[in-house]
């Protein structure tokens, strides 16, 4: 066990409603590691967890916001961005943070991950990417990779996918990283990261999901993409997302991609405002 | 003033302080008054992506206290409907204002319209009862927005304003009182302190006290079914429980909530019932069906939803006929039709939208309706 597993005033429990446990994740899903991070960079942040919102939209991850001990918003499919741009913007001190999966994120809710990351809204979005939609049986996702087998490519998928620290990087994101839940410290050091930035912050977290994606493209077992992520993963920090693609089975670049300054939407809008009463 | 922008200014005086839309004719003119007036009085306004993270926004900037609205148009309000559900189901206080124009689909964008009534009450999936209004004028809709924060405040509810783009585009003086304090209606908190708090636990009127986020209280909020705690449960009971509340919170309350006005319906065989900017035609037509010694009477919806239901049907007992002049093909009059039963005859005066009906039009159905 590591000495973050260990360190003091690190203990997650206090951040989880016990009282909704067991919680609907299959066994060897990577939800649960990527929401212990979270649980765990609140306090490395030094975040006053009084202050965190976390809203998710639908989906499997969506399901994050019923299991943690804070404001939690489960909210509809894809439109979680927009719903906490609205808490954000109307109460500033709180820290925002959506927590929510590809599909939801990414394909149905594109259009708002993209202008959130264009306005540079303070907020932290922490996609699980498990390259399919798991809680509706296993369909092609908008990151499934090609020739990925999925309920809806029963050929394999022939769509090319996004790269999501490239879509989040180009549309202006003040932060990007990516880690796979196998890098838990290091997922953890990227989320605490994210937090304290100002600005949009993304995370790319690459997820299993052993049965349902898994099964279907040959990796059923949880120790099948451990040990995929292990042999792998290529950690490149400050690499061009660009660079980000992934395929089926192939390489997964890592680390933090983006770490930049930028104005906050905030920023803009406390200019305009203080412009405005001066005039008044 | 004009009416989208006297819409702004109620809304301002009822203490909004959160608007995001997204341009629509014939409501962006709305938008643009927020954008102005807001930075002045403390408020944010965005500008977002589309209608979907308008109305997403203004529910989570209702979460976070403020008091939010949007403001659409036909397809907007059309792309609104799935978290305008949310809103039912998170009991988030917030106003949607529709200056109507006339569909289907893209329609006549800049001409009027009362289509999307039937939207209004049954637009979002399932089973709820919402609040509408229905303004006749730029002082009319600025009044009407502050009883519709008022409204939303109290029942925690999404509050629809149905306006249309005549009453929106028209300019007319407009007085702008200062609104007291004890005028406008805030939201009740929970009196219990975190830890002990039950998001969804009701008072006597059906309306549990709203925390919001960043005060302790780490309440979680769903659009599944859920309990008193806010949490999920999937369970036939739990769902007939909570389906029952929000659509009761409404029903029973409905004696609060509904306001009409009456115009010379004391003696009246033949009452016009309309609604938005038809009533001031249908006062005309009124007024000349009475010069021809017709007993004619109106009556002017101010809240369409819930429907003034008892009103028609104690109406029913005088009336021969409701005559029911609608910019649409016939929405309103099927609820008429409902509640006055075989003890009245309902009778539609259509039009298709793009322009108001001749005062001639409604006063040749009053005649009829004589007969």
Not at chain 1, 95 to 109: E, N
Not at chain 1, 197 to 225: E, H, Q, T, W
Request: net charge neutral; proline share 6%.
């Amino acid at each position: 066990m590591t000495d973050t597993l260990n360190a003091k005033n690190h203990s997650i429990e206090k951040y989880l409603r016990q009282d909704r446990m067991p919680h609907i994740w299959c066994s060897g899903c990577g939800i649960g590691p990527a929401v212990s991070c979270f649980l765990r960079a609140i306090d490395r942040a030094e975040i006053d967890p009084n202050k965190i919102a976390l809203v998710s939209g639908i989906g499997c991850t969506g399901r994050v916001a019923g299991y943690v001990k804070l404001d939690s918003f489960h909210t509809t499919h894809g439109r979680a961005i927009p719903f906490a741009t609205g808490l954000k913007l109307a109460k500033p001190e709180l820290k925002a943070v959506v927590f929510s999966g590809d599909g939801d994120l990414v394909a149905i809710g594109g259009n708002h991950l993209i202008h959130a990351a264009r306005r540079n809204i303070d907020m932290t979005v922490i996609c699980v990417n498990n390259f399919n939609y798991g809680m509706t049986g296993g369909q092609v996702g908008p990151t499934s990779p090609l020739e990925a087998r999925t309920t809806t490519t029963p050929y394999g998928n022939f769509e090319p996918p996004f790269n999501l620290p490239y879509l989040a990087s180009a549309s202006g994101a003040s932060y990007v990283a990516r880690w796979t839940v196998l890098h838990l410290r290091e997922l953890e050091r990227a989320i605490t990261e994210a937090m304290i930035k100002p600005g949009f912050s993304f995370i790319d977290v690459i997820a299993p999901c052993p049965p349902i994606y898994g099964r279907m493209n040959k990796m059923p077992l949880p120790m099948d993409s451990m040990h995929y992520y292990q042999e792998k993963t290529i950690i490149r920090h400050g690499a061009d997302p660009k660079e980000a693609d992934i395929t089926l089975n192939g390489p997964i670049l890592a680390g933090t991609f983006v770490d930049i300054e930028r104005p906050t939407f905030q920023d803009q809008l406390n200019h305009i405002s203080s412009k405005v009463n001066a005039q008044v | 003033m004009n009416g989208d922008s006297a819409c702004a200014e109620g809304a301002i005086s009822a203490g909004c302080r959160f608007f995001a839309g997204y341009p629509i004719t014939p409501a962006s003119e709305l938008a643009e008054r927020m954008s102005e007036r807001l930075p002045q009085v403390g408020g944010v306004c965005i500008q977002m992506e589309d209608e979907l993270a308008s109305m997403a926004a203004v529910l989570g900037a209702s979460w976070a206290g403020l008091k939010a609205m949007t403001a659409t148009s036909g397809p907007g309000f059309s792309l609104m409907m799935e978290n305008l559900g949310l809103g039912v189901m998170l009991e988030t206080p917030c106003v949607l204002v529709n200056i109507q124009r006339a569909g289907p689909s893209t329609g006549l964008p800049t001409m009027t319209g009362q289509g999307d009534m039937m939207q209004a009450r049954w637009g979002s999936h399932g089973s709820y009862e919402i609040i509408a209004l229905a303004p006749i004028s730029p002082q009319d809709i600025f009044d009407l927005t502050i009883l519709a924060f008022n409204l939303s405040e109290k029942y925690r509810v999404p509050v629809l304003i149905m306006a249309d783009e005549v009453v929106g585009h028209m300019s007319e003086k407009v007085t702008m009182p200062t609104i007291a304090a004890k005028d406008l209606v805030e939201r009740r908190r929970p009196k219990v302190k975190p830890g002990k708090y039950l998001p969804y636990k009701p008072d006597a009127d059906l309306v549990p006290p709203m925390a919001v986020a960043g005060e302790g209280y780490h309440f979680h909020v769903t659009g599944l079914t859920h309990d008193e705690r806010g949490y999920p449960v999937m369970t036939v009971e739990a769902h007939d429980r909570l389906v029952r509340r929000l659509v009761d919170k409404i029903r029973l309350n409905r004696h609060d909530i509904i306001k009409y006005k009456e115009f010379q319906v004391e003696d009246a065989d033949i009452i016009v019932c309309a609604y938005g900017i038809s009533v001031r035609i249908a006062q005309l037509a009124v007024r000349m069906a009475r010069e021809e010694g017709i007993r004619a009477g109106l009556l002017q919806l101010i809240t369409i939803w819930p429907f003034a239901e008892q009103r028609i049907r104690e109406l029913s007992l005088q009336a021969k006929a409701f005559v029911v002049p609608e910019i649409n093909y016939g929405q309103i009059v099927l609820e008429v039709e409902r509640c006055a039963g075989d003890r009245a005859r309902a009778i539609l005066v259509p039009h298709m939208g793009g322009s108001v009906h001749s005062p001639q039009t409604i006063l040749e159905a009053i005649r009829e309706a004589t007969q």
